[in-house]
């Protein structure tokens, strides 16, 4: 498949290349942070694939120009690339977005202008429940007040039986961050939910959700079969989101606490939890490294840890406070092989084995793997 902006838009790395050829180049990279690790006992599997590797992604974001086209910032700009259709997109999106951008010349809607700092919009975030086939749209803008906003949902909600929930997202800040904290709803509940290993979710537009649903769930079930849980097990799921895999995991421990700063994420995991009636996991709005710390001083007993920290890793004190607790198992999931492969060196050093790292490809088309790797208390 071709892309005519992809050099511009710095996204698609590998979009020249193969798939299987792909697979193979995630793997050796992995294989070279291994070796230059100097933790020889490791080996890499095949990375695991995607059955089909295009239209994955069940988030984007993007930005307009001043002629009202939707597109991507340049790599290392500010500038916007229009585009109509992405090979990464789930296909529903790229239909909405350019919706929305005829929606924006009919309604005269001004796009915000960073150098001016004047304008109504400024981003749109549109997520998908892919399972579920429920679309939310998040228009990111400058004020609270936009005229004529009913006429412009009714517009696009009668197109989109898929969308589900149109939320404004007001972020008045001077920043590059897409997001700000304050929330209007225009259409819906202000939220979509999804399907996820047989279990629902609840999705706002600031919770953390795997972009590849599909490549998620083969990521789960390979992580949880790498646990192997009996069923009598209290397990901590740190950096845990809206509670996914601490749920699915749940089915198989006695009891899951889940840990996680992000307060909106917290509050969709206790929902999520109520939603699928699940009793034996609880969830604290806590920074991970804390909890863990504090847990080590408390002398608490776990059995097993799953971690999937963010993309900078975890922390020393977080490793001496597993190093204290002593679980058997730690799982950890990791989008950054370089700063896992620099944590394992570390968990090494206080008393784990490891020897196998299985990489599975969540973005293909892109130089980026997620990989999981099994630890064990040495006895």
Do not use: W
């Amino acid at each position: 498949m071709n892309c005519k902006i992809f050099k511009q838009c710095g996204s698609c790395d590998y979009l020249h290349l193969a798939y299987e050829e792909q697979l193979k180049k995630k793997r050796e990279y992995c294989v070279q942070l291994v070796k230059k690790a100097k933790l020889s006992q490791v080996k890499v599997t095949d990375t695991i694939g995607a059955k089909d590797p295009y239209h994955y992604r069940n988030k984007v974001i993007v930005g307009f120009n001043q002629r009202n086209e939707a597109g991507f910032y340049e790599e290392n700009s500010h500038k916007i690339i229009p585009y109509t259709t992405c090979l990464l997109h789930d296909e529903e999106s790229d239909a909405i977005i350019q919706k929305i951008a005829s929606l924006l010349r009919k309604y005269k809607i001004q796009i915000y202008n960073e150098d001016r700092r004047k304008g109504f919009l400024r981003h749109v975030l549109i997520r998908r429940g892919i399972k579920t086939n429920q679309t939310m749209v998040v228009l990111v803008t400058t004020s609270s007040v936009f005229p004529g906003s009913k006429n412009f949902v009714k517009e696009l909600t009668s197109q989109f039986k898929s969308i589900k929930t149109i939320v404004m997202n007001i972020n008045t800040r001077k920043t590059s961050i897409v997001l700000g904290n304050d929330e209007k709803i225009l259409f819906g509940k202000g939220y979509i939910e999804d399907e996820l290993c047989g279990l629902k979710f609840k999705i706002s537009p600031k919770s953390f959700y795997q972009i590849n649903r599909d490549q998620c769930e083969v990521l789960y079930h390979k992580a949880l079969s790498l646990l192997n849980l009996k069923g009598d097990e209290t397990v901590i799921d740190t950096y845990c989101g809206i509670g996914t895999i601490g749920m699915v995991a749940s089915k198989k421990a006695k009891q899951v606490i889940g840990v996680e700063l992000n307060k909106d994420a917290v509050k969709d995991a206790i929902y999520n939890a109520k939603m699928n009636n699940i009793k034996n996991i609880r969830f604290i709005n806590e920074d991970a490294t804390a909890f863990m710390v504090e847990l080590a001083k408390e002398k608490i007993v776990i059995d097993a840890v799953i971690m999937d920290p963010p993309r900078s890793g975890t922390t020393p004190a977080f490793i001496n406070a597993v190093k204290a607790l002593q679980p058997k198992q730690v799982v950890y999931i990791s989008c950054d092989p370089s700063t896992q492969v620099r944590d394992l060196a570390l968990f090494k050093e206080v008393g784990y084995k490891f020897d196998t790292m299985i990489p599975v490809d969540m973005f293909p088309m892109t130089e980026h793997v997620e990989c999981v790797v099994l630890m064990s208390k040495v006895k």
